[in-house]
């Protein structure tokens, strides 16, 4: 077999598996759709989420405090917002007079970024033109929560973006 016909044969095949693969995805995990429908995303709750960030920026002690404990708990991250809410109110009473100060509680914090955080990694799994699985979905607080994030990207991402990085601070 010569060369150019080996290399026509592989860039045949490599057109056809792109045609042929499969386009549906496979349904979002429960856990998924939990985390992102698990309190309604808002302008105000958005807000509240800002300030906290910049608060505990300028709170020496909270800061301290909430580093910690993320590193106390780098190997074995709470993997919802309920679970993240109970450590800060167990271990953090400087982090949790912050959000007092603000009108925020840790579980709305944690519920809100694991909520950005699911709608993210829906968004960078879903394939390049197709919309991700949360805008159709038949919970309505998922669905809104999608709207929302895409209509306030850059800010929802500037938070989880901070929350993300507390034990690095």
């Not at 809410?85 to 912050?98: E, F, M, N, R």
């Not at 955080?117 to 394939?127: L, N, Q, T």
């Not at 979905?137 to 999608?146: E, F, G, I, L, M």
Request: charged letters at 20%; a negative charge.
């Amino acid at each position: 077999m010569s060369l150019h016909r080996l290399l026509s044969f592989i860039f045949v095949c490599v057109i056809a598996a792109l045609i042929l693969s499969p386009t549906t995805r496979a349904a979002l995990p429960e856990s998924v759709l939990k985390n992102a429908g698990a309190i309604p995303l808002t302008t105000e709750l958005l807000e509240k989420m800002e300030k906290f960030l910049a608060t505990e920026k300028s709170d020496a002690a909270a800061k301290a405090e909430l580093a910690a404990v993320t590193k106390e708990n780098k190997d074995n991250p709470p993997m919802t917002g309920e679970a993240w809410g109970s450590l800060i109110t167990a271990k953090c009473p400087k982090v949790v007079a912050v959000f007092e100060s603000v009108g925020l509680t840790p579980e709305e914090f944690g519920k809100a970024a694991h909520a950005i955080e699911s709608i993210i990694m829906c968004e960078a799994a879903a394939p390049p033109g197709d919309p991700d699985n949360l805008a159709k979905s038949q919970d309505k607080t998922v669905a809104a929560n999608d709207a929302f994030y895409l209509a306030n990207k850059a800010r929802c991402d500037l938070v989880y973006g901070n929350f993300g990085i507390f034990g690095l601070q």
